[in-house]
């Protein structure tokens, strides 16, 4: 069971690819190295992390709902390619009371015009864009300060 020392590090769809999947836009580390270093940052913040991936939109809204009853501290939310797409993942957030912090390792503005538009970041507490994997680490940071 989670409490309000735990963040839910939430990845969406091919997020399970990374250092893999167009390094030259995602980079090289794998979602096992960004977990243990936000594992690592968790703990000198005095924090825990609950780190998930899944390819499919209602685990991940299922696991916001769940932050929610948990009591979670925030959520940080990488939601891939639902970013662009997802009303439903919209909805939860604006459903639940925790604070989600929307992340993407790319800058969805430096990119293609159709993944200019986040209904994602419209819910959103705020969104950390393009600093590859320290987009994370930042997220974390701001968890900590709300």
Sequence with gaps: MADAKTVFVLNGPNLNLLGLREPEIYGH???????????????????????????????????????????????????GGYTHTSVALHDAIKSITVPVIEVHLSNPHARESFRHISYVGRAAKGTIAGFGALSYALALDAAARL
């Design 29 to 79: 580390d794998t979602l096992d190295d960004i977990a243990d270093r936000l594992e690592d940052q968790a703990q000198e913040l005095g924090l825990s992390i609950d780190m998930r991936q899944s390819n499919h939109e209602g685990h991940l809204i299922d696991w916001l709902h769940e932050a929610n009853a948990d009591g979670v501290k925030a959520v940080i939310l990488n939601p």
